[in-house]
């Protein structure tokens, strides 16, 4: 099956800083998209994004289908994007969503 | 708009035993998938249903089952639990396939 890898595995920041995060796919995708996991466990929808690129506020986002990556940007951080960072894919062959191994965002004051 | 949700959001039970968990869908989503997420792990997919029908299922026991009603709402019930079965639950809707998916808030089952 479809393998999804994410870099870094874990990031500290200091409130304000950018940074990039990775997600690697081993296999065609029609669909991508970027999840938020706060704290609390909420999962909140960021982009859906297979392929291009996106933009909302502080956070971006691209997708090079072809190339099986995508990046998300997150400018001028802040405490509040502190939590897990997921990206997930749909390939061709399939109808379930595959997670990737997640990067864990801390902002510090 | 209500977003997706999910009841009850806590759950303790005792190994052996049987638990349903329930989901509504946002108002228009005819998908509802189920995803288990065990601490420290990413969600894993346990079912998809479309239109009332089974569309997917994840590498699950058949202790795992689910099923989605007239109204697009959908339960996943879990016979037998074991402790393993302890996780977050999420629940999460689409308009169809190529869609994002928005998730629940999740239900924290534990099983003591």
């Known amino acids: 099956g479809i393998q999804v890898e994410q870099s870094p595995p874990d990031l500290i920041l200091q409130e304000g800083a950018n940074s990039t995060l990775r997600c690697n796919f081993s296999?065609?995708?029609?669909?991508l998209q970027w999840f938020h996991q706060n704290p609390w466990g909420q999962l909140i929808n960021l982009f859906y994004?297979?392929?291009g690129t996106k933009q909302n506020g502080r956070l971006s986002a691209t997708t090079v289908a072809t190339e099986r990556y995508s990046l998300l940007y997150i400018s001028s951080s802040q405490t509040t994007d502190s939590g897990v960072y997921f990206c997930?894919?749909?390939?061709?062959?399939?109808?379930?969503?595959?997670f990737g191994t997640g990067t864990r965002l801390q902002v510090f004051p | 708009d209500a977003g997706v949700t999910q009841s009850p959001t806590h759950l303790i039970k005792t190994r052996g035993q049987h638990v349903t968990l329930r989901c509504s869908p946002i108002?228009?989503?005819?998908?509802v998938s189920w995803y288990q997420q065990v601490l420290g792990q990413g969600p894993q997919f346990i079912f998809q249903?479309?239109?009332?029908?089974?569309?997917g299922r994840g590498n699950f026991p058949d202790r795992f089952s689910a099923r989605q009603f007239p109204n697009y709402s959908s339960e996943l019930n879990v016979n037998a639990l074991l402790l393993g079965d302890s996780a977050l639950y999420l629940c999460?809707?689409?308009?169809?396939?190529?869609?994002?998916?928005?998730f629940g808030n999740g239900t924290r089952l534990t099983v003591t």
């Open positions: 999460a809707s689409s308009s169809g396939y190529n869609s994002p998916l928005h």
């Open positions: 994004i297979p392929s």
């Open positions: 997930a894919v749909l390939s061709y062959n399939t109808d379930k969503l595959i």
């Open positions: 249903y479309y239109e009332k029908e089974e569309r």
């Open positions: 108002s228009g989503h005819k998908s």
């Open positions: 296999d065609s995708v029609n669909n």
